[in-house]
């Protein structure tokens, strides 16, 4: 296949470019860079089965030449306003990269008559009030809160997609990201992951948020990408689940991270300091994606964390 993935220096995206050429398929990636880093994508510059186009998706798009499939990837993607790359401090790019994208990539896949997936997220289910989280759920969101701009924009990205799917024919699928990490993540991504590795690796406090029981499954980024591939391939239109089914509370994440950094300094609970609207639970159902793809993750926490900690180490210049 002839691949459009926008997004692509991001941390899923530069991930979904190396998955799809490993599989023999041609990519075009896709990306602003007003998030994703070129250097995610710098060790496939003169592949000859990869072209890069510099563009805002929000923006009409033109890409030479057929295309079989059109990943949209592209968006800010973390709630957390500390950090510079977070959808608080982006919200109008946010909520365009999920109408305006999500319209111009449709457009293409339609003139294309290619398979069109969205990149779609577990916040559309808000703070859930089902547990777990299956794909019937209709969630639990504020549409006027600090988190909507993002929340919004994937459920409005899903409804125009559906639309395209129902109205216009265009063979569309939908994947819905759970909590995912591993190497290419930005360090300042301001969410538990990134921060308790850079706390843990400078041997300071791990600063958890509230009483550090809410929850969080996590998912290592190969097993995702693995399901997102598995999704693309197949016949399937509903939106699906992809992430881990087994959910920690975020005291317990911190110390296992304290654990394997080999940090003494231990854990700050500020009980006071909760992100607003931050779910308290977080857990996919996956017996979707298991049934209809065959998919289930398969890298443990510490095995995935034992591959994301070095590039941390890399990041800040820490040895």
């Not at 968006?75 to 305006?100: D, E, F, H, R, W």
């Not at 089902?130 to 990205?157: C, L, M, N």
């Not at 990201?177 to 990134?194: K, L, S």
């Not at 996956?286 to 926490?301: D, F, T």
Request: charge should be neutral; charged fraction near 20%; include cysteine.
């Amino acid at each position: 296949m002839r691949v459009l993935v926008t997004g692509a220096a991001g941390f899923l995206g530069s991930h979904l470019c190396d998955r799809l050429l490993a599989e023999g398929h041609v990519v075009v990636g896709m990306d602003n860079f007003i998030t994703g880093k070129p250097e995610n994508i710098a060790h496939l510059s003169g592949h000859e089965r990869f072209r890069f186009i510099r563009h805002d998706v929000s923006n009409y798009i033109h890409v030479p030449g057929w295309l079989d499939a059109v990943m949209h990837f592209a968006s800010p993607a973390s709630p957390n306003p500390a950090s510079p790359v977070g959808y608080p401090n982006l919200p109008i790019q946010t909520m365009k990269a999920g109408a305006l994208g999500t319209h111009n990539t449709l457009g293409v896949a339609f003139a294309n008559k290619a398979r069109f997936m969205l990149a779609s997220t577990s916040e559309i289910y808000g703070d859930p009030l089902e547990h777990p989280q299956k794909e019937t759920y209709w969630g639990h969101v504020d549409p006027i809160g600090e988190r909507s701009v993002y929340d919004e924009a994937k459920r409005f990205a899903e409804a125009l997609t559906m639309a395209y799917h129902r109205f216009h024919g265009v063979n569309t699928c939908i994947v819905r990201i759970f909590n995912t990490y591993g190497p290419r993540m930005h360090v300042d991504d301001g969410r538990a992951v990134a921060n308790f590795i850079q706390q843990a690796l400078r041997q300071e406090k791990l600063t958890v948020y509230g009483d550090g029981q809410q929850t969080r499954s996590f998912c290592y980024v190969d097993d995702l990408i693995e399901g997102i591939y598995r999704l693309l391939v197949s016949d399937v239109h509903d939106p699906v689940n992809i992430g881990n089914p087994v959910e920690i509370t975020i005291e317990q994440f911190a110390k296992e991270i304290d654990s394997l950094v080999g940090n003494q300094a231990g854990i700050l609970l500020e009980k006071d300091r909760m992100l607003k609207g931050d779910p308290l639970r977080r857990q996919p159902d996956i017996a979707r994606a298991r049934e209809l793809l065959g998919w289930a993750p398969k890298v443990q926490l510490k095995a995935g964390l034992q591959k994301t900690i070095p590039y941390f180490k890399q990041q800040l210049g820490i040895s």
